[in-house]
Nanobody, 124 residues
Framework: QLQLVESGGDLVQPGGSLRLSCSGS????????AGWFRQAPGKEREGVARINNSGQRTYYADSVKDRFTISRDNAKNTVYLQMNSLKPEDTAVYYC?????????????????WGQGTQVTVSS
C-alpha cells in the first residue's frame, strides 16, 4: 500500500523560500496524480497545488499562484513543492496526497492517500 512522507518544513522569514518533498513508498506513485494541501491553526484544510502523473499539467490555488511550483521526479518517486516569496499567512501544516486521476481542481475527495504533514512557519 502506498505511503507518503513529507519533509522540508521549517521556520523561514517572510520573503524566503522553502522546498517541500513528498516521497512515495512504492513506484506506483508515478502513475497517480499528486497534490499539496495545507491547514493553518483554526482553519479548514485547503488545496494548494495539483499535478498529473507525468508532471505536464498543474493547477494552483489563487493564493499561491506565481509563488509556488509543484513538480515531480518519477524516477525518485518524489513530488516537490517549491515555495517562494513566503508570507506569514502561508504558515500551516502542509500535506502531500495522491489521487487516482488528475483534474484541474483541488477537491479533497479525489485524494485517497495522505501523508502525515510537515510544519511550515513563516515569521520574523
Amino acid at each position: 500500500q502506498l505511503q507518503l512522507v513529507e519533509s522540508g518544513g521549517d521556520l523561514v522569514q517572510p520573503g524566503g523560500s522553502l522546498r517541500l518533498s513528498c516521497s512515495g513508498s512504492e513506484f506506483t506513485l508515478q502513475y497517480r496524480a499528486a497534490g499539496w494541501f495545507r491547514q493553518a491553526p483554526g482553519k479548514e484544510r485547503e488545496g494548494v497545488a495539483r499535478i498529473n502523473n507525468s508532471g505536464q499539467r498543474t493547477y494552483y490555488a489563487d493564493s499561491v499562484k506565481d509563488r509556488f511550483t509543484i513538480s515531480r521526479d518519477n524516477a525518485k518517486n518524489t513530488v516537490y513543492l517549491q515555495m517562494n516569496s513566503l508570507k506569514p499567512e502561508d504558515t500551516a501544516v502542509y500535506y502531500c496526497a495522491a489521487a487516482p486521476w488528475y483534474s484541474p481542481t483541488l477537491r479533497e475527495a479525489d485524494f485517497n492517500t495522505w501523508g502525515q504533514g510537515t510544519q511550515v512557519t513563516v515569521s520574523s
